[in-house]
């Protein structure tokens, strides 16, 4: 009799449906020889077919054993019939309430053991080999308890699940990470109202609550403020932007602290107006937070020492027109360029898909001796592979770094003049008076935001202003929030 591993729910069951996670094992040959009056078995037919009928046994005689049940239960294996995998039956949800059988290979079983033997508990990470794994071990034996599940190998080796993580797996493919799940909210220019904000003692308290919280707000609006921060000495910014992770070295240094004196050769060292942008493009792997501390904002000594303002950006010639601001100017704009991407969707598909289809180069070539550019050519909106909560996965916008609209993209067989069409549409969705968000900057409120989500730019000012500030790698900002707001023994089981 060729059988089924499978666990047990007091409802009455449909006819279920057959899964596989592989082709590879689409002629299972399993047994669960009777032991106890809580064990039983089931056959697939003898081509091997998806559909699952009772072997020879009296149907009374039969008792199906599936994960929903939390009666202790154990079994053997028919040692003279191949094995490939493990059965598993579970109810379905809410949603689709059949009952699902789903084959979980054998080798994929074993490599995915849990007990300490095979995974450090501390870590998750292997202790084993995975290509010692003889390629015919085969399941001899299981035994079910109301939270986990053993089973003993061909190779005597014993692997120990948790039902949880089985039942997982029998409804998900992969694990989703966490961050990929956080319900973002698009802002838009009435949050400079009530903008998030933490206080500074809050995020410097080792206890981290204050950490969980300036991350969370930036998980959630895209950006947040840290306020009442001590500006007479900008190390007590840099101790401030460790709190979240290690400050991200680039070309133009680590933490930085600069007026406009065009001592790195961007337009961000001028007192030039700048439209909304997201920093470092021409980077693989761009900035992930981004800071703004503003120390101090001055008077010129004199009208002709003053850099002159200038109402226009340097290349672009267009008007920015910020609302009223401080008689020295340079307020703060922000865009969220998730929501951005959300209303060129809506508005324009045909523009959405262009952006996100036509890779650019683009680069940085301001300074001797460097010349950065991507690995690889990147669109200006870049998409999840995964059904995130978000679509849009990473903003990458800054028209003067970006290169040359390629003449012939294979992709989607797109024209420039289409690229250039939709890139105004883009443009014009980010120049919107409700897309903006101004915000005047003072010494004490420390800006920190996500660049790969949030354009930032600024008005034109007067005087001299001084600014400090850092880059932080974006995956240690996620691991971050994840380590301060799911607590390490939960966030070990939902990485793998």
């Not at 493009?281 to 200038?310: E, I, K, R, V």
């Not at 040359?404 to 294979?410: C, I, N, T």
Request: charged letters at 25%.
């Amino acid at each position: 009799m060729r059988g089924v591993l499978g666990f047990r729910s007091g409802l009455a069951r449909a006819r279920p449906r057959l899964s596989t996670i592989s082709p590879t094992y689409i002629r299972p040959s399993l047994i669960v020889q009777r032991q106890q009056t809580t064990e039983s078995a089931a056959t697939f037919d003898s081509q091997g077919s998806t559909g699952i009928h009772e072997g020879t046994r009296p149907k009374d005689d039969l008792k199906r054993i599936r994960l929903d049940s939390n009666t202790p239960e154990q079994g053997t294996f028919d040692a003279n019939l191949p094995q490939n995998g493990v059965l598993f039956e579970l109810l379905g949800n809410a949603g689709s309430p059949k009952t699902k059988r789903t084959l979980l290979p054998s080798l994929w079983l074993r490599d995915n053991c849990r007990c300490s033997e095979c995974v450090n508990q501390d870590t998750m990470q292997r202790n084993f080999d995975t290509f010692k794994i003889p390629v015919d071990i085969h399941p001899k034996s299981y035994k079910k308890t109301d939270t986990e599940l053993s089973i003993t190998w061909s190779d005597d080796h014993v692997s120990t699940y948790s039902l949880d993580f089985i039942k997982y797996y029998l409804r998900h493919s992969y694990r989703k990470l966490p961050h990929t799940q956080v319900k973002r909210e698009f802002f838009t220019s009435e949050l400079a109202n009530n903008p998030p904000s933490v206080p500074y003692e809050a995020v410097m308290h080792p206890d981290d609550k204050g950490v969980a919280e300036l991350t969370s707000l930036i998980m959630k609006h895209g950006f947040a403020f840290v306020d009442n921060t001590p500006h007479s000495d900008p190390l007590k910014t840099k101790q401030l932007l460790e709190r979240i992770a290690f400050i991200r070295e680039t070309h133009y240094g680590g933490f930085y602290d600069f007026t406009p004196d065009l001592s790195m050769a961007d337009t961000a060292y001028t007192n030039l107006a700048l439209p909304a942008h997201t920093d470092t493009t021409y980077f693989s792997d761009p900035a992930g937070l981004q800071s703004f501390h503003l120390l101090s904002h001055t008077p010129a000594p004199t009208s002709n020492d003053a850099t002159q303002p200038d109402t226009t950006h340097n290349t672009g010639g267009e008007a920015i027109t910020p609302p009223p601001s401080s008689p020295q100017g340079g307020k703060s704009l922000l865009v969220d360029g998730f929501r951005a991407a959300a209303v060129l969707r809506r508005e324009s598909p045909l523009s959405y898909k262009i952006l996100s289809s036509v890779r650019l180069p683009w680069h940085a070539s301001g300074n001797a001796g460097i010349t950065i550019s991507p690995d690889r050519r990147y669109p200006v909106l870049e998409l999840g592979p995964e059904r995130d909560s978000v679509k849009v996965c990473r903003v990458r916008w800054n028209n003067d770094d970006r290169g040359v609209v390629p003449l012939l993209e294979k992709e989607g067989g797109f024209t420039p003049a289409q690229w250039y069409e939709a890139a105004r549409k883009w443009d014009e969705i980010l120049r919107r008076k409700e897309s903006e968000l101004w915000i005047q900057l003072v010494p004490g409120r420390v800006l920190i935001f996500d660049n790969w989500r949030v354009l930032h730019g600024r008005e034109a000012f007067e005087g001299v202003r001084r600014i400090c500030g850092a880059y932080i790698n974006r995956d240690d900002f996620i691991s971050r929030w994840m380590n301060t707001n799911l607590g390490k023994d939960d966030l070990l089981k939902v990485v793998g």
